[in-house]
Every structure is written in structure tokens, then in C-alpha cells.
């Protein structure tokens, strides 16, 4: 009998994405065996761990997690298959955990949080096990920790947007950004922190819309420069109006009120995962052709 190694067992939890206990269980009984170990393992468990971990996971929800002290706090994005599973009591306690990890030990990145100790094992064990539960894959997707000698806010918006900002001011400023930031879904605070990518999609599109202009080339540069300008408003934050009062920026509504903003984070659940598109008839007849 081969030995029941730390190693194997963590090849055949890769292989099928099954928990790591179930894994060594099924080790012991093929007697260290890895093809048959999987073979145990997909009768148990019906084929759903090993099956989930390639399919995509778009759907989700946002985690949110800020200190009492108003110092600390983190947003995290966590994927699954569908929306009925997003709402899921044990997938939402699981997301608000995580959420609450990364505040408070404050992990490198997704790697270091899967191995940080969770309920009676890791993160990395509890998700298995729930994929296992649950029969879809789930994946940890992002996360950013705030820490700060301001003050934090936060809004979630049916927990597919999310936004912690970092600000000083009073609490309800805070909870009007949040939700101001929710709905215009800035990309940096200022035309600075827009990514120079962005900004070099957005020239090339101007670039090619003034060229059809056939105006001269003087008027198709100012043209290109006033439409760049134009996305640079549009799409950072204290250049926007503020969607309470159109009337002033949010620039000017911070300073209003003698308040600042120094960060902030917005997550979107799937936002840029390319989602299957669900043919329901493909996917009868291929759940009957497993069944038979």
C-alpha cells in the first residue's frame, strides 16, 4: 500500500476539487491509489467537484467588512455559477468571512488568503467543501484592504456592487459617495489615476470618429483632445457631477462640506469574466445523456 502522503492527497484534491478530507478518505480506501481514489471520489460525490472546477464562474457576490473603529476594513469579490447560489446562506456566511479575514490579517494576496486558517481547516478546505456541497464551482476572484487614520464607508448594491471608501468628513458624506461612486462607476479620482490604456482606447476611437470628419487637421486634433477631455470628466470621480445635486461636482460638494476623499474601491461581481451563454434545450439533453 503507498504511502497516504500530505502530496497525494493534495494531487487528487486538484484533480476533482473535492474537500481535502473527503480526498484522504478516498486515498485510504484505494489504498493509496490516485485513478481509483478519483473513481471513489466521483461516485461519492456525483461527479460535481471535479465537473465544477472548469466551469465559469460569473455570477457572485461582493463582501464588505469594515472594523468598529471605522480604521479598517476590506471588499472582496467571491464567484460562483448562477445567481440562486449567490444567494445561498452558506455561500454568503463563506463571502462575509473572507471579507472579515482580510481586514484582520491582512493577507498578501488570493494564494496567502486560501491558506489562512477558516472554521475547523483553511479557507482553501472550506471552499472545497462547499463546492463539494453545493455542486458548483466557486472562486475567490479579488479583494482590497483598507487602513486608515481617516475613517471608512461603505455601500453594497444587491451585493453584485460594492464600495469602500477611504474619506474624511461627516459619516454621511462617506455613505454619499459610496453610493454616488455605486452608480457612476468611476475609474480613478482624478484624470491622473485613469489608466494610460484607457485613455489610448479612448484617443483611438476619437482619433478615427474626427478623421471621418474630413475637416482639416488642426480642427481634428482640437477635436480628439476635446473628446479625451470630455472621458476624463466622465469618468473620474471628483470631476463628476454628483448625482444628489448635478448642479456641482463632487469636488465641490466635498469641499462644501469640509470634507476630502483619499481612496476608494469598486468591485462589480463578474465584471470583464465572459459569461457562458446558456443554451437550456443543450443543456437538458446533455444532463439526460450523463444519467444514462
Do not use: W
Amino acid at each position: 500500500m503507498a504511502a497516504i502522503t500530505a502530496a497525494l492527497v493534495k494531487e487528487l484534491r486538484e484533480k476533482t476539487d473535492a474537500p481535502m478530507m473527503e480526498c484522504k478518505k478516498a486515498l485510504t480506501e484505494a489504498e493509496g491509489n490516485l485513478e481509483r481514489a478519483e473513481e471513489i471520489l466521483r461516485v461519492k460525490l456525483g461527479n460535481k467537484a471535479s465537473k465544477a472546477a472548469t466551469r465559469i464562474t460569473a455570477e457572485g457576490l461582493i463582501g464588505l467588512f469594515i472594523s468598529d473603529d471605522n480604521k479598517t476594513g476590506a471588499i472582496i469579490e467571491v464567484n460562483c455559477e448562477t445567481d440562486f447560489v449567490a444567494k445561498n446562506d452558506e455561500f454568503v456566511n463563506f463571502v462575509n468571512s473572507l471579507a472579515k479575514l482580510v481586514a484582520e490579517k491582512n493577507p498578501a494576496d488570493v494564494e496567502a488568503l486560501a491558506q489562512l486558517p477558516l472554521a475547523d481547516g483553511t479557507v482553501e478546505s472550506v471552499r472545497s467543501e462547499l463546492v463539494g456541497k453545493i455542486g458548483e464551482n466557486m472562486t475567490i476572484r479579488r479583494f482590497q484592504r483598507f487602513h486608515t487614520d481617516q475613517q471608512l464607508a461603505s455601500y453594497v448594491h444587491g451585493g453584485r456592487i460594492g464600495v469602500l471608501v477611504d474619506f474624511s468628513g461627516a459619516p454621511e458624506v462617506g455613505k454619499d459617495l459610496a453610493m454616488h461612486i455605486a452608480a457612476t462607476k468611476p475609474k480613478a479620482l482624478t484624470a491622473e489615476g485613469v489608466s494610460a490604456e484607457d485613455v489610448a482606447r479612448e484617443r483611438s476611437v476619437a482619433e478615427q470618429k474626427a478623421a471621418e470628419s474630413g475637416k482639416p487637421a488642426d480642427i481634428v486634433a482640437k477635436m480628439v483632445e476635446g473628446s479625451i477631455a470630455k472621458f476624463l470628466k466622465e469618468v473620474t470621480l471628483l470631476a463628476q457631477p454628483f448625482v444628489k445635486d448635478p448642479n456641482v461636482s463632487v469636488e465641490q460638494m466635498l469641499k462644501s462640506n469640509k470634507a476630502s476623499i483619499s481612496a476608494f474601491a469598486l468591485f462589480v461581481v463578474g465584471e470583464g469574466i465572459e459569461k457562458r451563454t446558456l443554451d437550456f434545450a443543450a443543456e437538458v439533453a446533455a444532463a439526460a445523456a450523463g444519467n444514462n
